[in-house]
């Protein structure tokens, strides 16, 4: 009598990609990640506690919009999806800022800096595009968001992981906190500035938007 060899759990796997290519087990949602990516609000915001399941969920939608169609053979997407030959999976150029992983209590505002420039810089070589040589990280990335948009002929696509984990790690140092508060402030509003070359835009955290005030530029 032979035994079958169990099909491996994604414990503490976050990358959509690697549950694929690695045959984990994977409870196929993809139908609401569909849902979610043809939402007519085209910016969501979701709000949950942490181990909710919302890096994996952010990582199937990188992979839906950067055209990944071998990852979702066989899944609900599959069939929502019109085939290439029909202009579906189409490659769209993503901005995915992990905040989940930062460390932002030790320098606060360079941390940030940082963590955002290396996404920047990601970006800037998978799609040969120019890193704009100005400090401004707001002018930085509106940049960087039109010419990805030129370049790939069509609107970007923004994924922020818990976008509060900066101001979260400093709510008891005021000195940290608010000039983080003002820099995200600004960084956020590109949302709304560049929304005409956003196809969509999805912020994830634990924290409810009145917790924060970083939202008015962006209703």
């Given at each position: 009598?032979?035994?079958?060899t169990?099909?491996k759990?994604p414990v503490s796997v976050?990358?959509?990609k690697?549950?694929?290519?690695?045959d984990y087990?994977?409870?196929?949602k993809t139908h609401?990640?569909?849902?979610?990516?043809?939402?007519?609000?085209?910016m969501i915001?979701?709000s949950?506690?942490?181990?909710?399941?919302?890096?994996m969920?952010?990582s199937?939608l990188?992979?839906?919009f950067k055209g990944?169609?071998?990852?979702?053979?066989?899944?609900a997407?599959?069939?929502?999806e019109?085939?290439?030959?029909?202009?579906?999976?189409?490659?769209?150029?993503?901005f995915h800022?992990?905040?989940?992983s930062g460390?932002?209590?030790?320098?606060?505002?360079n941390?940030?800096?940082?963590?955002?420039?290396?996404?920047f810089?990601d970006?800037?070589?998978k799609?040969n595009?120019e890193?704009p040589k100005i400090?401004?990280l707001t002018a930085?990335?509106?940049?960087l968001?039109?010419?990805a948009a030129e370049?790939?002929g069509?609107?970007v696509?923004i994924?922020?992981?818990e976008?509060?984990?900066?101001?979260n790690?400093n709510l008891?140092?005021?000195d940290?906190?608010?000039?983080?508060?003002n820099?995200?402030?600004?960084?956020?509003s590109?949302?709304?500035?560049?929304?005409?070359?956003?196809?969509?835009?999805?912020?994830?955290?634990v924290t409810?938007f009145?917790?924060v005030?970083l939202?008015?530029g962006?209703n």
């Amino acid at each position: 009598m032979s035994l079958e060899t169990p099909q491996k759990l994604p414990v503490s796997v976050q990358s959509f990609k690697v549950v694929r290519e690695q045959d984990y087990k994977y409870v196929d949602k993809t139908h609401k990640m569909y849902a979610l990516a043809h939402d007519q609000s085209n910016m969501i915001f979701l709000s949950r506690p942490r181990r909710f399941g919302k890096s994996m969920m952010l990582s199937t939608l990188e992979e839906y919009f950067k055209g990944n169609h071998e990852l979702f053979r066989g899944l609900a997407a599959d069939q929502l999806e019109p085939p290439e030959s029909e202009g579906g999976w189409k490659e769209h150029i993503v901005f995915h800022f992990d905040f989940a992983s930062g460390v932002f209590q030790n320098n606060g505002i360079n941390e940030l800096h940082d963590n955002i420039n290396n996404t920047f810089s990601d970006v800037v070589r998978k799609h040969n595009l120019e890193l704009p040589k100005i400090h401004s990280l707001t002018a930085k990335f509106q940049n960087l968001i039109n010419q990805a948009a030129e370049k790939s002929g069509l609107p970007v696509v923004i994924l922020f992981d818990e976008y509060d984990q900066p101001l979260n790690q400093n709510l008891m140092d005021y000195d940290k906190l608010q000039p983080l508060r003002n820099e995200m402030r600004a960084f956020f509003s590109i949302l709304k500035t560049a929304s005409e070359n956003i196809r969509f835009a999805m912020l994830t955290g634990v924290t409810k938007f009145s917790g924060v005030t970083l939202f008015s530029g962006v209703n």
